[in-house]
Nanobody
Framework: QLQLVESGGGSVQAGGSLKLTCVGTGSIFRRCELNWYRQAPGQKRDVVAFITTSGATSYHAAVKGRFTISRDDAQNTLYLQMNNLKIDVAGVYYC??????????????WGQGTQVTVSS
């Protein structure tokens, strides 16, 4: 089992920065391929950034060059540095872990989300 807890959200003016943190409790964190998702009101969750177990990353086109995803497996922590924030990236941000147990069984866990508000 794995519990994911996000923090770091808040209210910021456009052009500002925030750093989100997702802490996992459980030894399987290092097996996770990790995502940050965003959900705006009335919309489905969309992936914003992704990082593999080996540290390879990918980003949604709307945030590429402004957001940076990183992980520290020694601290069971996932980060999302968000710079030059724009109003259209506001929403609830969730971290998600996908991986496989040693048995080959797949697992997936979500955090509870953290709110990001961007004002003009």
């Amino acid at each position: 089992q794995l519990q994911l807890v996000e923090s770091g959200g808040g209210s910021v003016q456009a052009g500002g920065s925030l750093k989100l943190t997702c802490v996992g409790t459980g030894s399987i964190f290092r097996r996770c391929e990790l995502n940050w998702y965003r959900q705006a009101p009335g919309q489905k969750r969309d992936v914003v950034a992704f990082i593999t177990t080996s540290g390879a990353t990918s980003y949604h086109a709307a945030v590429k060059g402004r957001f940076t995803i990183s992980r520290d497996d020694a601290q069971n922590t996932l980060y999302l540095q968000m710079n030059n924030l724009k109003i259209d990236v506001a929403g609830v941000y969730y971290c998600r872990c996908d991986g496989y147990y040693e048995t080959g069984e797949r697992f997936q866990f979500w955090g509870q989300g953290t709110q990001v508000t961007v004002s003009s």
